[in-house]
């Protein structure tokens, strides 16, 4: 059951709906305002609402909207922002509790930046100094606010006090129903308060001891069987989106993948000290600053829609230290992915190498890194294609006359992969000396 709440269609849940019609008999009729009575009315209306038309959906081909408390936002492909009023006929299932400043309706909104000097913006430059993975967060913060199941979590994980919690309190504010569950607990009863929520915050993950499999389902748009108390089970499928933290990196049992593939992680790793911690860092934030907040999280919604097509990144897209994260904690090693990451191996902008030379450069990377075992030329290759960054790359640009390891003549192939200080793709080219001017004293900007 949903009903209008002038801003978005919210789900009621059988209590809320009995209360709602023991008010109206209260106040209609009086000599039936019972709690049979309620009971009996909502279960009347729920009869009556089985063949009424359903709630609509937002047309995905419309763009995305976000629905905010003075307008709808709708978010079009190329990124730009028209403010909407608030319409049925949308159909929103979920409210971002919160106001977009001087928005008009049918104007453009543009979100601002965020104030290099405000305490928002020195809580994210403490949190995160690497701004790749900043503005990953920033996706994975941005996600909440969006229509639909993305199917993957964001998972913060570090020690105590590295802001992650801080962060998923903020975003939590944002929403009209964010609830918190046990990760161990996620069955019976103590499902039942993710009906009608856009928004789960799980703080406190123990270890090897969480439920993967409804974890599983909830995240993958999978419908679940609800039990509620007192009240028939019902079927649920979720389109809430999931903020997991945890002291420790994810523990995950799963050997088909699935639930690897469900998260995102990011380790959170800068922390502060116990006696220069604000507790109220949260609430001061969203006092003096939940536009600023706000802004932020609107220009992630951009850059995914813009640049993503409204889905979340794809691994293969992920910064270097997030992808390297989700191969530890899958356990699975790869000296390929490591080298390509730390060495910034990619497209050239120009030079050539020859295969000789591409594993060789692996090779002095990998006699440096002793973690690594060993591996032969065969599997370096069909790893190394296989990285989406070097894929394109695969077919030589063109062979030149050589020798094979034994001497023999050949014609070895040439790819357009960069190594070392070769430029890359995108890359701007830094002056030569030649190339820079001489300054007589009167070009001095002083």
Same mark, same amino acid.
């Given at each position: 059951?949903? &009903?209008?709440?002038?801003?978005?269609?919210?789900?009621?849940? !059988?209590?809320?709906?009995?209360?709602?019609?023991?008010?109206?008999?209260?106040?209609?009729?009086?000599?039936?305002?019972?709690?049979?009575?309620?009971?009996?009315?909502?279960?009347?209306?729920?009869?009556?609402?089985?063949?009424?038309?359903?709630?609509?959906?937002?047309?995905?081909?419309?763009?995305?909207?976000?629905?905010?408390?003075?307008?709808?936002?709708?978010?079009?492909? +190329?990124?730009?922002?028209?403010?909407?009023?608030?319409?049925?006929?949308?159909?929103?299932?979920?409210?971002?509790?919160?106001?977009?400043?001087?928005? *008009?309706?049918?104007?453009?909104?543009?979100?601002?930046?965020?104030?290099?000097?405000?305490?928002? %913006?020195?809580?994210?430059?403490?949190?995160?100094?690497?701004? !790749?993975?900043?503005?990953?967060?920033? #996706?994975?913060?941005?996600?909440?606010?969006?229509?639909?199941?993305?199917?993957?979590?964001?998972?913060?994980?570090?020690?105590?006090?590295?802001?992650?919690?801080?962060?998923?309190?903020?975003?939590?504010?944002?929403?009209?129903?964010?609830?918190?569950?046990?990760?161990?607990?996620?069955?019976?009863?103590?499902?039942?308060?993710?009906?009608?929520?856009?928004?789960?915050?799980?703080? $406190?993950?123990?270890?090897?001891? @969480?439920?993967?499999?409804?974890?599983?389902?909830?995240?993958?748009? +999978?419908?679940?069987?609800?039990?509620?108390?007192?009240?028939?089970?019902?079927?649920?499928?979720?389109?809430?989106?999931?903020?997991?933290?945890?002291?420790?990196? =994810? @523990?995950?049992?799963? /050997?088909?993948?699935?639930?690897?593939?469900?998260?995102? /992680?990011?380790?959170?790793?800068?922390?502060?000290?116990?006696?220069?911690?604000?507790?109220?860092?949260?609430?001061?934030?969203?006092?003096?600053?939940?536009?600023?907040?706000? !802004?932020?999280?609107?220009? %992630?919604?951009?850059?995914?829609?813009?640049?993503?097509? &409204?889905?979340?990144?794809? #691994?293969?897209?992920?910064?270097?230290?997030? *992808?390297?994260?989700?191969?530890?904690?899958?356990?699975?090693?790869?000296?390929?992915?490591? @080298?390509?990451?730390?060495?910034?191996?990619?497209?050239?902008?120009?030079?050539?190498?020859?295969? *000789?030379?591409?594993?060789?450069?692996?090779?002095?990377?990998?006699?440096?890194?002793?973690?690594?075992?060993?591996?032969?030329? /065969?599997?370096?290759?069909?790893?190394?294609?296989?990285?989406?960054?070097?894929?394109?790359?695969? #077919?030589?640009? *063109?062979?030149?006359? %050589?020798?094979?390891?034994?001497?023999?003549?050949?014609?070895?192939?040439?790819?357009?992969?960069?190594?070392?200080?070769?430029?890359? $793709?995108? !890359?701007? /080219?830094?002056?030569?000396?030649?190339?820079?001017?001489?300054?007589?004293?009167?070009?001095? =900007?002083?």
């Amino acid at each position: 059951m949903y &009903g209008w709440a002038g801003t978005h269609w919210q789900a009621v849940p !059988d209590l809320v709906g009995e209360r709602q019609a023991a008010t109206w008999l209260r106040n209609n009729y009086a000599d039936k305002a019972t709690a049979g009575g309620a009971r009996t009315a909502w279960a009347f209306s729920k009869l009556l609402a089985a063949s009424s038309p359903a709630v609509p959906s937002p047309d995905a081909d419309e763009g995305v909207v976000i629905p905010t408390r003075n307008a709808y936002l709708r978010v079009g492909s +190329d990124g730009r922002i028209i403010a909407e009023a608030h319409e049925r006929s949308v159909g929103m299932r979920y409210l971002v509790d919160a106001e977009a400043p001087g928005v *008009r309706i049918g104007a453009e909104y543009t979100p601002a930046p965020v104030p290099a000097d405000s305490r928002f %913006g020195r809580f994210l430059a403490h949190a995160q100094t690497d701004s !790749d993975v900043l503005a990953f967060v920033q #996706e994975q913060a941005a996600l909440t606010l969006m229509p639909g199941q993305p199917q993957i979590a964001a998972w913060w994980y570090g020690a105590k006090g590295s802001g992650k919690s801080t962060l998923a309190a903020i975003i939590k504010r944002f929403h009209h129903r964010a609830v918190a569950l046990d990760m161990k607990n996620l069955d019976g009863f103590r499902l039942e308060k993710i009906i009608g929520a856009s928004l789960v915050v799980c703080t $406190e993950v123990e270890r090897g001891k @969480w439920n993967e499999g409804i974890f599983k389902q909830l995240t993958g748009g +999978d419908e679940v069987q609800v039990d509620r108390k007192g009240r028939p089970v019902i079927s649920y499928t979720s389109d809430a989106k999931w903020i997991i933290c945890s002291n420790l990196d =994810p @523990w995950i049992t799963d /050997p088909t993948g699935a639930v690897h593939r469900r998260i995102a /992680p990011v380790r959170w790793a800068r922390t502060v000290a116990s006696a220069q911690r604000n507790s109220r860092l949260v609430d001061e934030i969203m006092r003096d600053e939940a536009h600023i907040v706000l !802004d932020w999280l609107l220009a %992630g919604v951009q850059r995914i829609v813009r640049d993503h097509g &409204g889905q979340f990144r794809p #691994e293969g897209q992920w910064p270097a230290q997030v *992808r390297r994260w989700a191969r530890e904690i899958r356990g699975a090693s790869n000296p390929v992915a490591d @080298w390509i990451d730390s060495e910034r191996v990619g497209i050239s902008a120009g030079v050539l190498h020859t295969r *000789r030379e591409i594993f060789g450069a692996f090779n002095v990377w990998a006699e440096a890194h002793g973690e690594h075992e060993p591996i032969s030329e /065969p599997v370096f290759w069909r790893a190394f294609w296989s990285t989406g960054e070097c894929a394109s790359a695969k #077919e030589p640009e *063109r062979h030149e006359a %050589g020798q094979t390891a034994n001497g023999k003549r050949t014609m070895l192939p040439l790819h357009r992969i960069a190594l070392g200080d070769d430029l890359r $793709e995108g !890359d701007i /080219p830094t002056p030569t000396d030649a190339a820079v001017p001489i300054l007589d004293g009167s070009d001095l =900007p002083f």
